[in-house]
T-cell receptor, first 115, second 113 residues
Framework: DQQVKQNSPSLSVQEGRISILNCDYT??????FLWYKKYPAEGPTFLIS?????DKNEDGRFTVFLNKSAKHLSLHIVPSQPGDSAVYFC??????????????FGAGTQVVVTP | NAGVTQTPKFQVLKTGQSMTLQCAQD?????MSWYRQDPGMGLRLIHY???????DQGEVPNGYNVSRSTTEDFPLRLLSAAPSQTSVYFC????????????FGPGTRLTVT
């Protein structure tokens, strides 16, 4: 049973507009969340993360929002650029000494930024 | 730094054959892991290692073996390949247990016929 869900397999957005990617999780023990970006024929690369003690984290054009009560997080990309066209994976983990590396990934959302 | 390297990039196996997927990192990372990516499933953890000589199972370990004799290398062995093991395999590493941000290799695309 997937504990991390990205219900939108694809998203198309115009260059310069905002991209909003959504992620839902079912395990209330998750306390650390990450977004990875993946280009074709490459491995995923880390984009941004957020701890459960925060509800927002920003890094340049990328902002992640966490709503713990709704078990929902979102990634906002503003403004969207053609180089942002990629697959975005949401991941979650429980930060204990036994849980390193045990990231639970969502299925990914393919973002296409059009001119 | 080459980062995380994986070989081969592509491989086709027949059912029942065995092979080893290689993974190496030159960042002196303690922690390494193997994931498989299947359509609609995201990445799933196969095995991981918290240091040389220490390995443990992830979410989908059946049919795979690992060992970690050095900090740099973390090979994944398929003992008797099955069509269900057709997937893209990613190796990842990170510096410490406090860092959940993992560095991924470019992947190996495996097809089992």
């Amino acid at each position: 049973d997937q504990q991390v869900k990205q219900n939108s397999p694809s998203l198309s957005v115009q260059e310069g507009r905002i991209s909003i990617l959504n992620c839902d999780y079912t395990n209330s023990m998750f306390d650390y969340f990450l977004w990875y970006k993946k280009y074709p024929a490459e491995g995923p690369t880390f984009l941004i993360s957020i701890s459960s003690i925060k509800d927002k984290n920003e890094d340049g054009r990328f902002t992640v929002f966490l709503n713990k009560s709704a078990k929902h997080l979102s990634l906002h990309i503003v403004p969207s650029q053609p180089g942002d066209s990629a697959v975005y994976f949401c991941a979650a983990s429980v930060r204990t000494t036994d849980s390193w590396g045990k990231l639970q990934f969502g299925a990914g959302t393919q973002v296409v930024v059009t001119p | 730094n080459a980062g995380v390297t994986q070989t081969p990039k592509f491989q086709v196996l027949k059912t029942g054959q065995s092979m080893t997927l290689q993974c190496a990192q030159d960042m002196n990372h303690e922690y390494m892991s193997w994931y498989r990516q299947d359509p609609g499933m995201g990445l799933r953890l196969i095995h991981y290692s918290v240091g040389a000589g220490i390995t443990d199972q992830g979410e989908v370990p059946n049919g795979y073996n690992v060992s970690r004799s050095t900090t740099e290398d973390f090979p994944l062995r398929l003992l008797s390949a099955a069509p269900s093991q057709t997937s893209v395999y990613f190796c990842a590493s990170s510096y410490s247990q406090e860092t959940y941000e993992q560095y991924f290799g470019p992947g190996t695309r495996l097809t089992v016929t």
